[in-house]
Nanobody, 123 residues
């Protein structure tokens, strides 16, 4: 079992930056893949990024490449999403996800989820 809690969301102006955190507890954090998804009102949950436990390889959705960076600190049992050059269309609730070996670009491939943190980007 894994428990995930997101934090770091807020209101920022377009072009600004925000750093999201995902604090994990339960099973060994370092053995899990970690991912970030987002959901805007009236839209389906969409993939943002993931980082693999095996080799720390990362993957990003096309719309955030060059702007967002996913990372993890196993000593602190925390995953991060650094968001730069934010745009109004980035406004959404951002969710942290975890899974043992599984987890990809579709939300249903992840077994554990946090409650989300709101990110609002003004124009």
């Amino acid at each position: 079992q894994v428990q995930l809690v997101e934090s770091g969301g807020g209101l920022v102006q377009a072009g600004g930056s925000l750093r999201l955190s995902c604090a994990a507890s339960g099973r060994t954090f370092s053995n899990y893949n970690m991912g970030w998804f987002r959901q805007a009102p009236g839209k389906e949950r969409e993939f943002v990024s993931y980082i693999r436990w095996s080799d720390s390889s990362t993957y990003y959705a096309d719309f955030v490449k060059g702007r967002f960076t996913i990372s993890r600190d196993n000593a602190r049992n925390t995953a991060y999403l650094q968001m730069n050059s934010l745009k109004p269309e980035d406004t959404a609730v951002y969710y942290c996800a975890a899974d043992f070996h599984a987890g990809g670009i579709y939300y249903y491939t992840w077994g554990y989820w946090g409650q989300g943190t709101q990110v609002t980007v003004s124009s």
